[in-house]
């Protein structure tokens, strides 16, 4: 019997499943660097240590331990299924019959990292920019599909001091791409414990940056609140709709509202010149999401559109005129049919970021 284990990033991020499989195994096998997190559960087992490079040894050694009856641990580090040991023992395994395999699930970097930054996952990928067994064109075209999916990018090995082309081709897509401004947190493994640092994309490439980072990238709606990377999921925040809200969209929906900008308004412009007025009152409000601007107004419980102007662009009007309509039939329907006005509002932010 084989168990692959994920250890997770530390031994104190390894589960109990993880935990019992070491401990009932007969023989570990692990890479040399992360031993030292199981060293105490190793007494009274046989214990094969392997350097970097050896993946396919130590696959072909787990085997055939196995084949004697022995109960191996294949010891990985985060999760095995991802860049790790189980993707290795699979492709092996297809030359041998009745070989049992159980695989254990550890904290992978990417779900380590993401816990330190705050909650930067949404829809997600995640990239190896390792060129060691990876074409440099296959990871260009992975880069490419998730920056053109708008996913948050995970990257994982993504410098060391002699492989520098693949980040530096990918850091020119995500800047071709994404705005500077867009945020990134970085997280970084050493001896001497764990950075986090949380930055924007225009200033990673000052970040000490190595082979044991792991680098999140966020996309049209990661915003970063007080120190952390929020990718928000669009959920609805109950609120009731403003009497001059009700008043506004009551004249709208009759066709009497104001388009483009409003420039016999006493409040105008209420954020910056030139603005578009024709939403002078937010469908979306609250929306609860600082991707745009706006926050909430700490211990009161109100919601702050100061610092938003999306909602005043003309590319963000023509976006949002075209298909309110489809949606808003009523004032009411500004609360009933908050989910639907919400995922209006992240399409629309899409097609103007």
Known sequence: MITVVGIGPSREDMTFRAL?????????????????????????????????????ERAEIAIQKSRQGLKVALVSSGDPGIFGMANVLFQI????????????????????????????LHDFAVISLSDILTPLSEIRRKVQAAVQGDMVI?????????????????????????????????????????????TTLGELFDVDIDMSTTIIVGNSTTY????????????????????????????YLAGEGHSGPNLACEYYP??????????????????GDSSTGGHWIKEKGVWSCENCEWIHLDETVK???GKLSSIVQDVEDLKNKKKELLKLRRECIYQTR
């Open 270 to 287: 209420c954020h910056s010149h030139p603005q578009n007025c024709t939403f002078c009152y937010c469908p979306f409000y609250p929306c």
């Open 154 to 198: 995970a990257l994982y090995n993504p410098l060391s001091k002699t492989r520098k082309e693949p980040f530096g081709m990918t850091y020119r897509i995500l800047l071709e791409n994404r705005k500077q401004s867009t945020p990134v947190g970085v997280v970084k493994s050493s001896d001497d414990g764990i950075s986090v640092t949380v």
């Open 224 to 251: 970063i609140q007080d120190g952390y990377l929020v990718t928000p999921r669009g959920y609805v925040v109950p609120y009731n709709i403003h009497p001059l809200a009700s008043e506004f969209y009551g004249k």
């Open 93 to 120: 395994l297809g030359k041998y019959d009745d070989v049992e395999v159980e695989v254990i699930p550890g904290v992978s970097a990417v779900n380590f990292a993401s816990s330190l930054l705050g909650a930067p």
């Open 319 to 321: 976006c949002i005129h």
């Open 20 to 56: 019992r499989a070491i401990e009932e195994a007969e023989v570990i096998i692990t890479y040399k660097r992360y031993f030292h997190h199981i060293e105490d559960l190793a007494e009274g087992k046989e214990v094969i240590l392997k350097g970097m490079g050896h993946e396919v």
